[in-house]
């Protein structure tokens, strides 16, 4: 079996990656110069959520812990990347009880409609996420992490439920992942978010291996 890394990493190139409406603007430029400073030294300006992220319970829960507080054990190990293209609208708790999986897997990455949206530069408010009661569905099944293809577990016009709702149960919450080349099965994931105490969030670096 090929056990190639697959990167599902949403590259943080400026213009060309969708940012979510109002987030900081990405900046990667090159401030330091080999035959100025001596050294090649680039400046990254973005922001916690730009790109593939990690969620912490802090990003829609007041007084909750940092990005350093989600456990390193959930983001490495066996995952299912799921088919979750059929359901016309958001994702429900009926849609997610459809979701083919096995019973235990403890990481679930859903495969959306909303994937197709990268290959356009702005956003798009037209990305499929999970209601409140389809993240209660994914918590009632046992699942300790969950990530999705666009920039948002939750629907445009209503993120706090899903969040809330997942970050609550301590469900760690993966977003913006590329998927569009993986099909669905089991893989090891592997997703390690920067470590900036106190963060909402972090960007971070996301890879499966199949089988």
Known sequence: MDRTPIDVTVPLVPGRVP????????????????????????????????????DAPVHFLDGAGGIETVPLDVLV????????????????????????FP??????????????????????????????????ALVERGVRLVGIDYLSIAPFDDPAPAHEVLLRAGVVVVEALDLRGVAPGAYTFTCLPLLVPGADGAPARAFLLPG
């Open 19 to 54: 940012l979510y409406p109002g987030d900081t603007e990405l900046v990667v430029e090159r401030h330091q110069t080999l035959a100025g400073e001596g050294a090649n030294v680039s400046r990254l300006t973005c922001s916690a959520h730009c790109g593939t992220h990690v």
């Open 77 to 100: 190990g066996p995952c299912e990347v799921v088919d979750a293209t059929g359901p016309e609208g958001h994702l429900d708790a009926a849609a997610v009880r459809a979701l083919e």
């Open 103 to 136: 019973e235990g897997t403890e990481r679930v990455l859903l495969r959306t409609r909303g994937g197709a949206l990268w290959d356009g530069p702005v956003f798009s408010e037209r990305f499929p996420g999970l209601t409140g009661d389809g993240a209660a």
